[in-house]
């Protein structure tokens, strides 16, 4: 899950990520509770991008099962993604990562960072939700050409996810998550960017279409920010302009929708995973930016880890 600039994490799980776009749901808490998520930011941009859409987007089972206490392993995850949501550039990278894994009953590492539970609630969980960007070359960018490169960003605040629904067979339950975040730039003296809010409704399946150990995740939602965000992304200063790019002031609202589609299976001895997402910032408050060469992108990845360790303690995890 992200439109102008929201990527992330750590390394805890396996490996793909975000793009700058604002505000993908990153943290896909589960099991009632007060959370508290401390995910670190790689300086490597790539690193930061490979990670976060992977830990991000991939779907938790619908049903709890015994999984073991903690999974130690490597792997190697593949990314096509565009520089920022809305640049007509695309990369793709291959990369190894490390796959770590702990499910304690108070603190847990996992594909949503590390947090510690507070407190349960059968109907609402209150977390709060971290998340950061990698920066961007301007350089290697022909639309932001001579202007400065983005900062890498860091977003923090309150998150809520309400359970609106589960299947009678438990292999299916649908929450409501609402992230708030502040944005501030990480460098010698840090600057607030400004405010994300992304809405998302989020449909997790198991066993889909048959296909034992096979989960199925779906996301979708808007995305809103404020001016000071959206102008940090999508502006552009008089100083900046050039024939083909003239100054633009950008407004604060909505700030495009996003739809992912994930797909993982835990084998016996390693672990698979793939993902999906679309964004699209058709009628976005900055739609009509010089720096949005395209309305609609498209980020793809695919993931493997071969677990080589693992506790004999088995535990119970939607996870």
Do not use: C
Request: hydrophobic content about 45%.
């Amino acid at each position: 899950m992200a439109l102008a600039g929201g990527g992330k994490e750590r390394l805890v799980r396996s490996a793909f990520v975000q793009r700058r776009g604002p505000g993908q749901e990153d943290n896909r808490v589960r099991g009632g509770a007060f959370y508290i998520d401390t995910k670190s930011m790689f300086n490597s941009r790539i690193l930061a991008a490979l990670t976060s859409l992977a830990l991000g987007a991939l779907p938790a089972r619908a049903q709890a099962a015994q999984v073991p206490l903690w999974e130690a392993g490597l792997g190697v995850g593949a990314l096509s993604f565009p520089d920022y949501v809305g640049s007509d550039q695309q990369h793709t990278y291959i990369l190894p990562v490390p796959y770590f894994v702990y499910r304690g009953p108070i603190i847990r590492a996992d594909r949503n960072g590390v947090q510690a539970r507070l407190f349960g609630s059968a109907h609402a969980d209150a977390y709060l939700s971290l998340g950061a960007s990698p920066p961007v070359n301007s350089t290697d960018n022909r639309a932001r050409s001579g202007m400065a490169d983005l900062k890498p960003m860091v977003e923090f605040g309150p998150a809520l996810k309400v359970h609106l629904w589960v299947s009678s067979a438990r292999s299916m339950r649908l929450d409501f998550r609402v992230p708030l975040r502040t944005v501030f730039t990480v460098e010698s003296h840090p600057r607030e960017v400004g405010w994300l809010l992304a809405p998302v409704l989020n449909l997790d399946m198991a066993d889909v279409a048959g296909m034992q150990g096979w989960n199925l995740g779906a996301q979708a939602g808007p995305i809103f920010a404020d001016r000071s965000y959206t102008q940090t992304l999508y502006g552009v200063a008089p100083s900046d302009a050039t024939p083909i790019r003239p100054a633009y002031s950008a407004q604060g609202g909505y700030a495009g929708r996003q739809f992912t589609l994930a797909l993982s299976k835990r084998f016996a001895g390693f672990w698979v995973g793939a993902f999906t997402r679309y964004d699209n910032v058709s009628g976005a408050v900055f739609a009509d930016s010089p720096l949005v060469r395209r309305q609609h992108n498209l980020s793809a990845g695919i993931g493997i880890a071969w677990i080589l360790g693992q506790s004999s303690q088995m535990v119970e995890s939607h996870e």
